[in-house]
C-alpha cells in the first residue's frame, strides 16, 4: 500500500473532525476532567457550609441560653467558677491526692 491510499480525504476529515471532538471534551483551559474536580469541589464546600451553619446555630442557642436563662448561668457559675451560694460549702475532689494523714492514695 501506498501513503495515498492510506491518506484519504476522508479519512483525514474524520481525522480532524476527531481531533476536534477530542479537543473540546478534554482540552483548552476547563477540560472534563477539570470541571468535574470543579463539581466534586463545590459539593465539598456547600456540605462544609451547612456544617458550620450548624456550629452557628448550635452557638447561638447557646449564647441565647447564657444571656437569658437563668439556670444556665448558675450552672456556668458554678462549674466553670466554683461560686457557691450562701450557706453552701463547695468540696473538690481531687483524684491521686493526699489522704487524711498525708498518705498518697492511688487512683483507681
Known amino acids: 500500500m501506498r501513503l495515498g491510499e492510506l491518506v484519504t480525504p476522508r479519512r483525514l476529515l474524520l481525522a480532524v473532525v476527531l481531533l476536534a471532538l477530542l479537543f473540546g471534551i ?3 483551559e476547563y ?3 477539570d470541571w ?3 463539581r466534586r469541589q463545590a459539593r465539598e464546600e456547600r456540605m462544609m457550609v451547612a456544617e458550620l ?3 452557628v446555630d448550635s452557638l447561638t442557642g447557646a449564647l441565647r441560653r447564657l444571656e437569658r436563662d437563668p439556670a444556665t448561668q448558675e450552672k456556668v457559675a458554678r462549674e466553670e467558677f466554683g461560686m457557691v451560694r450562701d450557706g ?3 468540696y473538690r475532689l481531687i483524684p491521686g ?3 487524711e494523714r ?7
Do not use: Y
Open 97 to 99: 491526692g493526699e489522704g
Open 31 to 33: 477540560g472534563t476532567g
Open 53 to 55: 451553619t450548624r456550629d
Open 36 to 38: 468535574l474536580a470543579l
Open 26 to 28: 478534554e482540552g483548552g
Open 102 to 108: 498525708g498518705e498518697r492514695t492511688e487512683e483507681r
Open 88 to 90: 453552701e460549702v463547695l
